[in-house]
């Protein structure tokens, strides 16, 4: 069964090329489009259970598909690595694909790009599986640029609209950016290791270079660059809430579930470099702290429904970074896990909230949707639940509780990054029910004019029962997970409360953050209206509105310096070099042609005067 | 015996088809096609007998020598070994490509036309074959003239400017290096006794460190301008934003790979101190070019012009895999020389295609092309990818390759020229969007590809999905280079 391994990442990549190439009807589209994802998630399940029944004796199985070059001891394979960790991301993304693309079928129907959407769709996920799959760093960011590639095509796919457009290539330039230290961070890898497979590197990482040391210091920054870029953490943030031009299911697939947390990937697999470099893990968790509450505040104040979801997936995103920064591999993923069903959940919600309201996005204008939009209505709240952390019973709880948890106890925990996770709860209830208040609660504002399809709506409960269920397999994570990323669950570094107490707290905060949304949102709208309108309370709206101006400041510093230099540039300076010896030629030629004038006592005199100087010259010399 | 013949076909094809167009066009364009299609089997059919079976030759796998100015020690000699067969191979290839995209576009002196193309790819040929200095230097020279004609005859309204433009710098350039040969020449005349100019016997030719380095700047200065790099590039965008799409492909893909080509073969084994000296500053050069072609591209409005900075940034890796020292690099140069050609070709075909719907290379004018010719666009779309360094496709092989191998020897340099493929996604991504995105102003209703169009962009579309995906093949066929290839080689 391990065999058909290969087929997990062929069949949806075959799949798009079929249709790109082939002129197919609609119906024809929607049915290929989304059975070679069901028949890849399938196969990726089926693989699992023979994975987990008979585990290779190695503890991972390795399928060589053929070797891409071998140059000068760089010999890179195109080949698959599964191992417990890839596994469960493998599952996940397929699975959750599948039932994206499900919804899509009826979301994108009628649209005239249908078959270009199925298209880069499956692209997408062959490239995301690739990715996952991939048994060296080379070809990981060979699936690591695709599935960049297609987040650009996805956000431009109404590319009529030229704003489309620029933030594709706003979240292409940017997460590239992130790309270029990456790769740097191979090159060095590659010299000071001799090999790009990520087992092999890990083995002589551990070798050769002591903790702290320098080269295991530079390759964790340089990878993180990669992964900051890619999961939209600070600095490199910034293109992810643009990113949301593009249809609400790439949003969910793409910009949610799947790619964003690829970064997170990244450094759980490469977790042996980190534990190298403890510094640089540190900044991991600093970078995930920062980035989880900054992200907490924008969502507070956007009134664009996907963008506060953008920004709650960038502030979900800063916990999983938090995870890994101090230590807490599983939970890290656990969490990838859950935020992957609820946060699909949520955008495959907005979109039948916005499609139902001929694209209205602006929550301020919805209301009362909850009786004319039942399904999406009790699958978002339990999605929103499990966002914020309804204790006990929703996913999300126990995955956060967990990295909070890690947060103080693993070891880089520590108080200080226990208090922000903890207030990262308070922001994510208080956004997340003002949001879900001003959607589904108070007046109607709109009227409803679309209900969604069984294809919309059984992806949405399918996902809304794992936003409960996924949180039941928590052990499964920390054991299972835990040998592959030496990790071990009854270890705790200088801690004075327990396991407990800390969830206790957590829910406590829980509950603060969800009255207060209740307060400000449902009960006395005026204090939210009053906050905004004194001057400070402005001040810090438009602040954390606009992303902490951080767009504005890169654009003074990267995008205009470029655009001037091209400016100027455009003529190309160089060639006024050259166009300069053009010209003093020409001057040249008019002043000797000048002499050439036909009157015969100018020449005379011309070669009177040449006799003398020659004469003169003899003689004195 | 075949390489002879490789020559002999292509320039009795030429003298052939000239006077043929005046009965029919048509005539004329099929014995071109059909020079260049018997060179381009016969040379597979070398490849498959003498490469396939993966032996890591010594020699040369062909080779033909006759006297041909016994006085002065001039010799009528060829030979063929891995590096020059993959560029031959390429050559031809992109040359009967060249011939299929002017099947329609040509239509005024037909003859001619076809007679000047394959004038240049034999010069092409014989610069990739030859291995007498004199040989070379005249094969050299037998592209210049014919190139001035496609650039000033079917070229667009500032065609002749821009074709003196090629010619003083392709010409002054040569005249640098000829000046150098013949030193070379007398130098070793002069530590031997025997006038040759033998590729073998120069090999050794004992210098002066002072005299090995002008020498060296002589035959630099022609492969520099030719190939080109910065500083010396000026000629190559304004030749692109004039000529026809075809004349594009020969001029800055094929060109180049004679240039890339030159260096690679003789500059590194003939002076390999005085290229260690002088690598520091072109180092420098090269990622100077790569950075500032970039922007450069990004700022353009014509595309052809864009295309052509494109060109040089790609070479500007060249160069800077050819000079880093490094044998992960210098392979990798030689993938992106592959690559380039086929993908920067591909650019110029497309923008060819664009041009001849909407009748503008100004990339202000077109726009919103994907609502009436998806197909085009997607292709367009994919050479693009390409070009920014997309894993998965050829360009990304020879990038990776030389990134990576400058990076032993100079880490700051490479990660300023991984910034370079950065920049590379700027002016990508803009073509991308001013061409074919947005909406359609100007209400376009224009007829998608063509079977001849989607044929050819296919091919070589399929090609440097391959060359991404399996390069392989390229890289054992490159070791089998004679060993008088530099000793980076081994």
């Not at chain 1, 502030?315 to 935020?339: E, N, R």
């Not at chain 1, 955008?347 to 916005?354: Q, W």
Request: proline share 4%; glycine share 8%.
């Amino acid at each position: 069964m391990l065999r058909l391994l290969w087929l997990v990442p062929a069949i949806p990549l075959v799949s798009a090329l079929a249709l790109a190439v082939l002129r197919l009807s609609q119906k024809a589209v929607a049915w290929l489009g989304t059975c070679s994802i069901a028949a890849s998630s399938l196969i990726s399940l089926l693989v699992s259970i023979s994975f987990v029944n008979a585990p290779p004796v190695s503890g991972a199985y390795t399928q060589v598909l053929w070797r891409w070059f071998d140059v000068n001891g760089l010999r890179p394979e195109i080949a698959l690595y599964l191992d417990p960790l890839s596994l469960i991301m493998m599952v996940v993304v397929a699975f959750v694909s599948f039932l994206i693309h499900l919804y899509s079928t009826e979301f994108m129907s009628g649209d005239d790009g249908f078959g270009r959407f199925f298209a880069y769709m499956n692209l997408f996920v062959g490239c995301m599986l690739t990715l996952i799959l991939a048994d060296n760093l080379l070809l990981l960011y060979l699936g690591w640029e695709g599935v960049g590639l297609c987040s650009y095509l996805l956000i431009g796919f109404w590319y009529r609209d030229p704003a489309n457009g620029r933030a594709g290539r706003k979240a292409f330039i940017v997460t590239r950016a992130g790309d270029t230290a990456m790769v740097i961070g191979l090159f060095l890898l590659f010299h000071e290791l001799g090999t790009l497979n990520i087992q092999d590197l890990m083995h002589r990482a551990a070798l050769q270079w002591s903790i702290g040391s320098t080269g295991a210091l530079a390759a964790a920054f340089l990878l993180l660059g990669g992964a900051v870029g890619k999961s939209a953490q600070l600095p490199l943030q910034t293109w992810l809430p643009d990113a949301m031009a593009g249809p609400t299911p790439v949003s969910a697939l793409i910009h949610a579930a799947t790619m964003v947390t690829a970064g997170v990937y990244l450094i759980a697999r490469m977790h042996v470099i980190y534990s190298l470099a403890p510094q640089a893990q540190f900044a991991v968790a600093v970078i995930g702290a920062a980035t989880l509450l900054m992200a907490g505040f924008s969502a507070l104040t956007q009134h664009d429904l996907k963008r506060v979801l953008a920004y709650s997936t960038i502030s979900q995103i800063g916990y999983m970074f938090l995870a890994l920064g101090v230590g807490a591999w599983p939970a890290a993923i656990f969490h990838f896990m859950t935020h992957a069903f609820f946060k699909a959940l949520l955008f495959l919600g907005a979109g039948i909230v916005i499609e139902s309201l001929d694209g209205e996005h602006d929550i301020f204008r919805m209301g009362g949707l909850r009786k004319e939009l039942p399904v999406a209505f009790w699958t978002f709240l339990i999605a929103g639940c499990s966002l914020a952390g309804l204790p006990l019973i929703t996913a999300g709880a126990f995955s956060k509780d967990w990295i909070i948890w890690g947060a103080y106890s693993a070891a880089n925990g520590s108080a200080g990054l226990w208090v922000v996770a903890l207030g990262g709860v308070f922001l994510t209830a208080l956004y997340t029910f003002r949001m879900i208040f001003l959607v589904f609660f108070g007046q109607k504002k709109s009227q409803v004019t679309r209900m969604p399809g069984p294809a919309m709506v059984v992806p949405c409960i399918i996902l809304a029962f794992l936003s409960i269920a996924g949180g039941y397999v928590k052990t499964l994570f920390s054991n299972y997970l835990g040998t592959v990323l030496h990790w071990d669950s009854t270890v705790t570094h200088g801690v004075s409360f327990g396991e407990n107490t800390s969830e206790a707290i957590t829910s406590l905060v829980f509950l603060l953050g969800a009255s207060l949304a209740y307060m400000l949102f449902l009960r006395r709208r005026q204090w939210a209206a009053s906050m905004v309108s004194r001057p400070m309370g402005n001040l810090l709206h438009r602040f954390w509105l606009s992303d902490w101006g951080m767009d504005w400041l890169y654009d003074r510093i990267f995008v205009r310096p470029v655009v001037w230099m091209a400016r100027i540039g455009k003529g190309d300076l160089v060639d006024v070099f050259y166009a300069g010896i053009g010209r003093l030629n020409e001057i040249a030629w008019r002043g000797m042609s000048r002499t050439q004038s036909g009157k015969l006592r100018w020449y005379a005199a011309a070669i009177a005067a040449g006799a003398i100087v020659l004469i003169g010259v003899v003689i004195f010399s | 015996m075949i390489l002879g013949w490789l020559l002999a076909i292509l320039i009795a094809g030429g003298i052939v088809a000239w006077p043929l167009a005046r009965l029919h066009p048509l005539l004329s364009r099929s014995i071109a096609l059909l020079a260049v299609t018997l060179d381009l089997v016969l040379v597979l059919y070398l490849a498959a007998r003498d490469f396939g079976d993966g032996n890591t030759g010594t020699g040369w796998h062909q080779e033909l020598d006759w006297n041909w100015i016994p006085q002065f020690g001039i010799h009528f000699h060829f030979g063929l070994d891995g590096l020059s067969l993959l560029l031959v191979l390429l050559t031809l290839f992109l040359a009967v490509v060249a011939v299929v995209v002017s099947w329609d576009d040509i239509t005024t002196a037909v003859g001619f036309y076809h007679f000047n193309l394959l004038l240049i790819v034999a010069g092409i040929l014989g610069v990739l074959l030859s291995l007498d200095l004199f040989l070379f230097y005249f094969s050299w020279e037998l592209m210049l003239v014919p190139m001035y004609f496609l650039i000033s005859i079917w070229g667009r309204e500032r065609r002749v400017y821009a074709a003196i433009k090629f010619f003083l710098f392709t010409q002054l350039s040569g005249l640098l290096m000829l000046i150098a040969l013949l030193a070379l020449y007398f130098a070793h005349y002069r530590s031997t006794g025997i006038y040759t100019f033998e590729y073998q016997d120069l090999l050794g030719t004992q210098l002066s460190p002072q005299a090995a380095m002008w020498i060296m700047l002589g035959f630099l200065a022609a492969f520099a301008v030719k190939l080109p790099i910065f500083p010396f590039h000026t000629w190559l965008p304004d030749a692109c934003s004039e000529a026809s799409a075809a004349t594009n492909l020969i001029l800055a893909s094929l060109m180049a790979v004679s240039a890339a080509y030159a260096m690679i073969r003789f500059l590194l084994p003939l002076f390999p101190d005085a290229v260690h000296t002088i690598s520091p500053i072109m180092i420098v050069l090269a990622v100077i070019g790569i950075l500032y072609s970039a922007i450069l591209a990004f700022s353009q409005t014509n595309l052809m012009r864009l295309i052509a900075y494109a060109s040089i940034g790609h070479l500007g890796f060249v160069m800077l895999g050819i000079f880093a020292g490094n044998a992960l690099a210098l392979r990798g140069a030689v993938m992106t020389i592959i690559a380039h050609a086929i993908s920067i070709g591909a650019l110029f075909l497309v923008a060819g295609s664009i041009e001849k719907r909407v009748h503008s290379r100004e990339i202000e004018s077109i726009g919103g092309l994907w609502d009436t010719v998806p197909r085009l666009s997607g292709v367009a779309l994919v050479f693009a990818l390409a070009a920014l360094g997309l894993p998965g496709l050829g360009d990304f092989i020879g990038e990776f390759l030389i990134l990576i191998g400058t990076y032993q020897a100079h880490i700051a340099v490479a990660a300023v020229a991984a910034c370079g493929v950065l920049a590379a996604t700027f002016y990508a991504l803009r073509f991308v969007q001013c061409a074919f995105q947005g909406p359609n102003h100007h209400s376009w209703q224009l007829p998608d590809l063509a079977p001849r169009e989607a044929l050819i962009l296919g091919v070589l579309m399929v090609v440097l999905l391959w060359l991404g995906l399996y390069p392989q093949p390229v890289f054992e066929t490159l070791g089998q280079a004679a060993n008088h290839a530099p000793a980076l080689w081994r």
